[in-house]
Antibody
Framework: EVQLVETGGGLVEPGGSLRLSCAAS????????MSWVRQAPGKGLEWVSV???????YYADSVKGRFTISRDNSKNTVYLQMTSLRAEDAAVYYC????????????WGLGTLVTVSS | DIQMTQSPSSLSASVGDTVSITCRAS??????LNWYQHKPGKAPKLLIF???TLQTGVPSRFSGSGSGTDFTLTISSLQPEDFATYYC????????FGQGTKVDIK
């Protein structure tokens, strides 16, 4: 059974940094694509970033240059390093497994809440 | 960037009703269109991928159709557990979600 567990959310001041983690079980993060998707309060889902098997990465325009996705194969964990945080980055951040080629997200975590406020 | 527009943004329905949600892409996404159900406090759930393929374990009352720019999610004989928000997502060029359709009880 595939499980994805996000941690690392919390309260951060505007301009601050935070690192989110997504610990995977039942799937090898090095053998698939892993994405981060977020949902701001009262808003819809927004794709944030993906890391491919070959470690190629892509980002939404809204976070490009500020967020970095990475993984640790030995820990089977994917990370999202977030810097220069803004009020509009406040959201629940979900980790999701992306099926290569078709691009759908078949497994999701429960999410971790990031609050950006002074 | 490809924009996705869902309609309606919300609808009210009764148990047993058939409801349809449409999703329109700003340019062709071929059949790279997926549908999700999301309930508050829960992880989003994949319902349909590649426009019309039912995810394993999803009830057959859910169905999807379309290709190119116009897609439809249909829920036949709505059940109490189906009241939720539904999102389409294109995976033709990175990813974009529609704004969501909230289905609530009439």
């Amino acid at each position: 059974e595939v499980q994805l567990v996000e941690t690392g959310g919390g309260l951060v001041e505007p301009g601050g940094s935070l690192r989110l983690s997504c610990a995977a079980s039942g799937v090898s993060v090095r053998s698939t694509y892993m994405s981060w998707v977020r949902q701001a309060p009262g808003k819809g889902l927004e794709w944030v970033s993906v890391i491919y098997k070959d470690e190629t990465t892509y980002y939404a325009d809204s976070v490009k240059g500020r967020f970095t996705i990475s993984r640790d194969n030995s820990k089977n964990t994917v990370y999202l390093q977030m810097t220069s945080l803004r009020a509009e980055d406040a959201a629940v951040y979900y980790c999701a497994r992306e099926v290569p080629v078709t691009g759908h997200f078949d497994y999701w975590g429960l999410g971790t809440l990031v609050t950006v406020s002074s | 960037d490809i924009q996705m527009t869902q309609s309606p943004s919300s609808l009210s329905a009764s148990v047993g009703d058939t409801v349809s949600i449409t999703c329109r892409a700003s340019q062709s996404v071929s059949r790279y269109l997926n549908w999700y159900q999301h309930k508050p406090g829960k992880a989003p759930k994949l319902l349909i991928f590649e426009a019309s393929t039912l995810q394993t374990g999803v009830p057959s009352r859910f169905s999807g159709s379309g290709s190119g720019t116009d897609f439809t999610l249909t829920i036949s004989s709505l059940q109490p557990e189906d009241f939720a928000t539904y999102y389409c997502q294109q995976s033709h060029s990175t990813h974009t979600f529609g704004q969501g359709t909230k289905v609530d009880i009439k």
